[in-house]
């Protein structure tokens, strides 16, 4: 809500007018943010909570200051935030994987290891 009062107002300061597309506005910054905290709640349940709305609502923030000095910029901002969010919620879905990779394979290699020195 915050961000979003903050796109009103940035626009009402440049045009005198309430932008046209506030609600996809919201619409999305509220989407990415709501993919994020799924994931987030479904892939690493005991994170902090405090961290990810403080880092969108920075993030939405940022993009009203790049929309009130220059619009077109406003959406390649948009898009590297997508991105962002993609590769935040795909860094959470393969680092446990590689984790249990690194794991099975450590002690693939210790119990080797530990059946020469039997040996020996």
Do not use: C
């Not at 009062?5 to 005198?16: C, D, I, M, Q």
């Not at 007018?17 to 479904?42: D, E, K, M, Q, T």
């Not at 909570?49 to 901002?77: H, T, W």
């Amino acid at each position: 809500m915050v961000v979003g009062f903050a796109y009103v107002l940035a626009s009402l300061g440049k045009t005198a007018s309430i932008p046209a597309n506030v609600g996809p506005f919201l619409g999305v910054i509220f989407g990415l943010a709501l993919v994020a905290h799924l994931a987030n709640r479904w892939l690493v349940p005991d994170a902090t909570p405090v961290i990810l709305p403080i880092a969108a609502l920075l993030n939405g923030i940022g993009y009203v200051v790049i929309a009130r000095l220059n619009f077109k910029l406003a959406g390649l901002q948009a898009v590297w935030t997508g991105l962002g969010v993609a590769v935040y919620v795909l860094t959470l879905v393969v680092v446990p994987v590689l984790y249990l990779l690194l794991k099975r394979t450590e002690g693939g290699a210790r119990s080797a290891g530990e059946s020469e020195r039997e040996q020996i």
